[in-house]
């Protein structure tokens, strides 16, 4: 191979590498279908965009979109908005719909909307066509006691206005069940709510449930109401058994001192007469060295056995005994000393 062969292969090299290069970094293709579509995107902006790591199809192909849509938007409001973490394609998308309802929405209120985490697209078609929430079942007892069972169907349509800052879904149907909580516990009876079943949407109109939410509620209809159980018997018996209960404790207690009590006083009677019993047993004791000192006769002595077995046969006949018992040195076949009376 010739030297002249030989550099013509290596320049062909060189300017088909330079190409791909191109191709690569610079988006023609794009670029073509932007010209075509009659949006002016340069190629020095489309290699800002890759020295700004933007994908430039997320820009041009949206800024086609609504172009052809009649929007008036600019590369630099979508890149923005992409470099600011949105979603241009489906702002653009929003954008779209609400020029076609004849909504009014700004780019930047739907930027906002976008950058704030709720769906700008859904925002805007919920605006065209309510939404249906429907609520748990939300159990109230009536002053009769009668629970109450209810579950609505509520017709939200987004506030566009208000869809910043603005409360969700969860916060419609917790202020919704508020009202029918309410509604039915203001009712005399259970029946008057199975009645007018109307009367709960008119009440939860009537408080303004969607101040502050990023809805408008259209209308509330009760969807089911069923009769539960009677909670207020329920409470009366599980409050008269815990009375029960309370009075059993108390008598238990009162029992128990009782007892205490019982046992403090047998104590006492048994202390007391173990202190008798020792008493009598110093009385022989006592004698005995009354005897000693001449304190104590023994005529006296005798006269006190007669008087104790007198008590003992007196004692023996009212119980109705036969023999009756008598005390040392008496009983039956015993005759008194002569001369044993007792002494005035």
């Given at each position: 191979m010739s030297p002249?062969?030989?550099?013509?292969l290596l320049l062909f090299v060189v300017i088909l590498i330079l190409v791909i290069f191109i191709l690569t970094f610079i988006p023609l293709g794009l670029w073509i279908s932007a010209l075509a579509a009659g949006v002016r995107v340069s190629i020095v902006t489309l290699i800002g965009m890759r020295l700004r790591r933007v994908p430039p199809q997320k820009i041009v192909n949206p800024l086609i979109k609504a172009d052809k849509a009649?929007?008036?938007?600019?590369?630099?409001?979508?890149?923005?908005?992409?470099?600011?973490?949105?979603?241009?394609?489906?702002v653009v998308d929003a954008l779209i719909a609400a020029e076609r309802a004849n909504i009014p929405l700004p780019f930047e209120r739907a930027a906002a909307i976008d950058l704030a985490g709720r769906n700008v697209l859904e925002a805007v078609q919920m605006s065209v066509n309510p939404k249906v929430i429907e609520t748990p079942v939300v159990a109230a007892v009536a002053k009769n006691g009668i629970e109450?069972?209810?579950?609505?169907?509520?017709t939200v349509r987004a506030n566009i206005d208000r869809l910043v800052g603005g409360a969700g879904e969860e916060t419609v149907i917790?202020?919704?069940?508020?009202?029918?909580?309410t509604t039915v516990g203001s009712a005399e009876t259970h029946k008057e709510v199975l009645?007018?079943?109307?009367s709960i949407s008119r009440t939860v109109l009537?408080?303004?449930?969607?101040?502050?939410?990023?809805?408008?509620?259209?209308?509330?209809?009760i969807a089911d109401?069923?009769?539960g159980r009677n909670i207020g018997a329920q409470l009366q018996t599980d409050q008269a058994e815990a009375d029960k209960r309370i009075a059993q404790a108390k008598a238990e207690e009162r029992r128990a001192m009782a007892v205490a009590r019982e046992q403090e006083m047998r104590a006492a009677v048994q202390e007391m007469r173990a202190k008798v019993v020792e008493a009598e047993a110093q009385v022989p004791l006592a004698m005995a060295q009354a005897l000693r000192e001449g304190k104590l006769g023994v005529m006296d002595y005798y006269n006190m056995k007669n008087l104790l077995a007198d008590t003992e046969m007196r004692e023996a006949i009212a119980h109705g005994d036969q023999e009756p018992q008598t005390a040392s040195g008496g009983g039956p076949g015993f005759t008194r000393p002569e001369g044993d009376n007792p002494r005035p």
């Amino acid at each position: 191979m010739s030297p002249a062969t030989l550099s013509a292969l290596l320049l062909f090299v060189v300017i088909l590498i330079l190409v791909i290069f191109i191709l690569t970094f610079i988006p023609l293709g794009l670029w073509i279908s932007a010209l075509a579509a009659g949006v002016r995107v340069s190629i020095v902006t489309l290699i800002g965009m890759r020295l700004r790591r933007v994908p430039p199809q997320k820009i041009v192909n949206p800024l086609i979109k609504a172009d052809k849509a009649g929007l008036s938007l600019t590369v630099n409001q979508l890149e923005a908005h992409y470099l600011a973490g949105g979603n241009v394609d489906r702002v653009v998308d929003a954008l779209i719909a609400a020029e076609r309802a004849n909504i009014p929405l700004p780019f930047e209120r739907a930027a906002a909307i976008d950058l704030a985490g709720r769906n700008v697209l859904e925002a805007v078609q919920m605006s065209v066509n309510p939404k249906v929430i429907e609520t748990p079942v939300v159990a109230a007892v009536a002053k009769n006691g009668i629970e109450v069972k209810a579950k609505a169907r509520v017709t939200v349509r987004a506030n566009i206005d208000r869809l910043v800052g603005g409360a969700g879904e969860e916060t419609v149907i917790a202020r919704v069940g508020e009202g029918i909580v309410t509604t039915v516990g203001s009712a005399e009876t259970h029946k008057e709510v199975l009645e007018n079943p109307d009367s709960i949407s008119r009440t939860v109109l009537e408080k303004g449930l969607d101040s502050g939410t990023a809805f408008e509620i259209l209308s509330i209809d009760i969807a089911d109401v069923d009769v539960g159980r009677n909670i207020g018997a329920q409470l009366q018996t599980d409050q008269a058994e815990a009375d029960k209960r309370i009075a059993q404790a108390k008598a238990e207690e009162r029992r128990a001192m009782a007892v205490a009590r019982e046992q403090e006083m047998r104590a006492a009677v048994q202390e007391m007469r173990a202190k008798v019993v020792e008493a009598e047993a110093q009385v022989p004791l006592a004698m005995a060295q009354a005897l000693r000192e001449g304190k104590l006769g023994v005529m006296d002595y005798y006269n006190m056995k007669n008087l104790l077995a007198d008590t003992e046969m007196r004692e023996a006949i009212a119980h109705g005994d036969q023999e009756p018992q008598t005390a040392s040195g008496g009983g039956p076949g015993f005759t008194r000393p002569e001369g044993d009376n007792p002494r005035p």
